[in-house]
T-cell receptor, first 115, second 113 residues
Framework: GAVVSQHPSWVICKSGTSVKIECRSL??????MFWYRQFPKQSLMLMAT?????????EQGVEKDKFLINHASLTLSTLTVTSAHPEDSSFYIC???????????FGPGTRLLVL | GESVGLHLPTLSVQEGDNSIINCAYS??????FIWYKQESGKGPQFIID?????DKRQGQRVTVLLNKTVKHLSLQIAATQPGDSAVYFC????????????FGGGTRLMVKP
């Protein structure tokens, strides 16, 4: 099956620093990648959708200047949490799909802890 | 707004028994459904999907049933094993929702040895 990787798996940072998370589709080209956030014991919340070569579409309530998304190629999307604060601590998960009606395949997630 | 919800937040079954996880959806225009399994600290793992032109689809030890009349989706796991313990999410997709996946709240499956 399709494999999606994320890096890093874990990150601990001080408040005020920026953190970049990478999402890669390893064996397929993803026209669309998605970024989700998940708090403990909750479902996944879609943050934004990115299409290769175009600006990301953010869900309501998600600050685009705080969560910078770049989808530079068909196999790589990055999420940068700028000036992270403790309330940004969460589990960030990306997913990718080949085309519009294809299944979304998820990465293993990145756990961010902001001290 | 439209949403996908689950009847049972926690399901406890005996190892070897069959498990049934249910999901109700409210967007009648949804035409693609997926079940994901999420283990602690990991990303969701695709289990099985079904399109609205079908009412049943089988995989390895799993079966998904779709009842469009009552907008109900279920995941059946045969001979449940300890490794099946996880949170299971159903997700739906509809063109009138921008072809985005909408996730349900999740059901935790606990398998007792």
């Amino acid at each position: 099956g399709a494999v999606v990787s994320q890096h890093p798996s874990w990150v601990i940072c001080k408040s005020g620093t920026s953190v970049k998370i990478e999402c890669r589709s390893l064996d397929f080209q993803a026209t669309t990648m998605f970024w989700y956030r998940q708090f403990p014991k909750q479902s996944l919340m879609l943050m934004a959708t990115s299409n290769e070569g175009s600006k990301a579409t953010y869900e309501q309530g998600v600050e685009k200047d705080k969560f910078l998304i770049n989808h530079a190629s068909l196999t790589l999307s990055t999420l940068t949490v700028t000036s992270a604060h403790p309330e940004d601590s969460s589990f960030y998960i990306c997913s990718a799909r080949i085309s519009l009606y294809e299944t979304q395949y998820f990465g293993p997630g990145t756990r961010l802890l902001v001290l | 707004g439209e949403s996908v919800g689950l009847h049972l937040p926690t399901l406890s079954v005996q190892e070897g028994d069959n498990s049934i996880i249910n999901c109700a959806y409210s967007n009648s225009a949804s035409d693609y459904f997926i079940w994901y399994k999420q283990e602690s600290g990991k990303g969701p793992q695709f289990i099985i999907d079904i399109r609205s032109n079908m009412d049943k689809r089988q995989g390895q030890r799993v079966t998904v049933l779709l009842n469009k009349t009552v907008k109900h989706l279920s995941l059946q796991i045969a001979a449940t094993q300890p490794g099946d313990s996880a949170v299971y999410f159903c997700a739906e997709m509809a063109e009138n929702a921008g072809n985005m996946l909408t996730f349900g709240g999740g059901t935790r499956l606990m398998v007792k040895p």
